[in-house]
Nanobody, 122 residues
């Protein structure tokens, strides 16, 4: 089970950190990721982190501004978002999959959290 939190309403240029607590499984054997979905748009990949936390991959649109990390002792994955833009406005979903490599497609992830809304005003 995945429980995302930390969303909210911020202004352009602000920072925000999302958290996702995982339960019910062996989190340190699972790759985790974040996707987002804007109204009328398809769900898109944001970032993924390997089970050890040593490898990450990002969508081009967020490189240099968003950072994914995880704390396996707390079974929690984070998404630090800096210099937020209006186009970052979306519902952000935490995801998980049993995989040794990093995955970037929606279909690669069988486990999803409920989503948390991030709204960036310009």
């Amino acid at each position: 089970q995945l429980q995302a939190s930390g969303g909210g309403l911020v202004q352009a240029g602000d920072s925000l950190t999302l958290s996702c607590a995982a339960s019910g499984g062996d989190a340190d054997k699972i790759a985790m990721g974040w996707f987002r979905q804007s109204p009328g748009a398809e769900r898109e990949f944001v970032a993924s982190v390997s089970w050890s936390g040593s490898r990450t991959v990002y969508a081009d649109s967020v490189k240099g501004r968003l950072t994914i990390s995880r704390d396996n002792a707390k079974n929690t994955v984070y998404l630090q978002m800096n210099n937020l833009k209006s186009e970052d406005t979306a519902v952000y979903y935490c995801t998980a999959t049993v995989a040794a490599d990093l995955r970037t497609k929606v279909d690669d992830y069988p486990y999803w959290g409920q989503g948390t809304q991030v709204t960036v005003s310009s």
